[in-house]
């Protein structure tokens, strides 16, 4: 199930720096998306999530981008910290059913 | 801050035998959910559930799955014969909604399956 891709299996980015997670939808059915971060051994954990009739979302250090032409979202956190270093997941679904669909996930290192 | 809670944390079964994943989801909501994340791979959806009944399950859901909420906390899958692919971390979810669009949906620590 290729519909959500990330294309970057791992980002590294200096303390204090902006990190941009990138994620890639083919099915224009998808209407809401969300980002979740992954700590080894423990569930996915919700950090922010933009609908389909938004262009970005803000909250605190992290920002959701989305661009319905080209089918892509990002999230930006700034300023990075050791902290954020985990595993981040973009995922999307559609409001006439309740299944998420999961990309791959990006490997984030946040370097001191 | 409510959480989804599963137990156990890890089950190491022998292939054939059934298991069953036990999850309480948060308290006020609606829709539940399990998925699950083999190795390396990503993290996939497998049935959603609500009003006591299923609302959509996945081809990897087949009549060896089974999921039942057997009281007003505990949301259990079920797999009755287990196969060697089944070994994963299997994750719960809930949100308060299903079908609103944005609703958020809340994962639990999962439990990892080991089938031998």
């Known amino acids: 199930d290729q519909q959500v891709k990330q294309n970057s299996p791992s980002l590294s980015v200096q303390e204090g720096r902006i990190s941009i997670l990138n994620c890639d939808y083919t099915?224009?059915?998808?209407?809401?998306f969300l980002w979740y971060k992954k700590y080894p051994a423990e569930g996915p954990t919700f950090l922010i999530s933009?609908?389909?009739?938004?262009d970005k979302n803000e909250d605190g250090r992290f920002t959701v981008f989305l661009n319905k032409s080209a089918k892509h979202l990002s999230l930006h956190i700034v300023p990075s910290q050791p902290g954020d270093s985990a595993v981040y997941f973009c995922?999307?679904?559609?409001?006439?059913?309740?299944?998420?669909?999961f990309g791959q996930g990006t490997t984030l290192q946040v370097k001191p | 801050e409510p959480e989804v809670t599963q137990t156990p944390s890890h089950q190491v079964t022998q292939m054939g035998q059934e298991v069953i994943l036990r999850c309480v989801p948060i308290?006020?909501?609606?829709?539940f959910y399990w998925y699950r994340q083999i190795l390396g791979q990503k993290v996939e959806f497998l049935v959603s559930?609500?009003?006591?009944?299923?609302?959509?399950k996945s081809e990897i859901f087949d009549d060896q799955f089974s999921v039942e909420r057997p009281d007003g906390s505990n949301f259990t899958l079920k797999i009755r014969s287990t196969k060697l692919e089944d070994s994963a971390m299997y994750f719960c979810?809930?949100?308060?909604?299903?079908?609103?669009?944005?609703?958020?949906?809340?994962f639990g620590p999962g439990t990892r399956l080991l089938v031998l």
């Open positions: 979810a809930s949100s308060v909604e299903g079908l609103a669009g944005m609703e958020t949906q809340y």
């Open positions: 099915n224009s059915m998808f209407d809401y």
């Open positions: 933009i609908s389909s009739i938004k």
């Open positions: 995922a999307a679904g559609s409001s006439n059913t309740g299944k998420l669909i």
């Open positions: 308290s006020n909501h609606l829709y």
């Open positions: 559930f609500y009003n006591n009944e299923i609302s959509e």
